[in-house]
Nanobody, 119 residues
Framework: QVQLVESGGGSVQPGGSLRLSCAAS????????RGWYRQAPGKQRELVAS???????NYADSVKGRFTISRDYAKNTMYLQMNSLKPEDTAVYYC?????????????WGQGIQVTVSS
């Protein structure tokens, strides 16, 4: 089992920045990728960014150039630096971890953290 705990959410004005953190514990060696998802009210959950153990990253088109995903292996922590935030970035953000041979959807999830972008 892997436990994921998000932190760093909150409210910010448009154009502002936030950094989300996701601390992992448990059987972390069973994981080969980690990612951030988000779900806005009335919308489906979407993948925001992902990062594999070997380093490749992927971003949703809507956040490219504004968000950066990174990992601190020593701290078993993943980050999402969010800059130039827009009201449409408002959502509950979830940290996820994909097991080897599995999928994010069938993997491990954090409890979610609210990000609100509003003037």
């Amino acid at each position: 089992q892997v436990q994921l705990v998000e932190s760093g959410g909150g409210s910010v004005q448009p154009g502002g920045s936030l950094r989300l953190s996701c601390a992992a514990s448990g059987n972390i060696f069973s994981i080969n990728a980690r990612g951030w998802y988000r779900q806005a009210p009335g919308k489906q959950r979407e993948l925001v960014a992902s990062i594999f153990n070997a380093g490749p990253t992927n971003y949703a088109d809507s956040v490219k150039g504004r968000f950066t995903i990174s990992r601190d292996y020593a701290k078993n922590t993943m980050y999402l630096q969010m800059n130039s935030l827009k009201p449409e970035d408002t959502a509950v953000y979830y940290c996820a971890a994909k097991p080897f041979g599995g999928t994010f959807e069938g993997g491990y999830w954090g409890q979610g953290i609210q990000v609100t972008v509003s003037s």
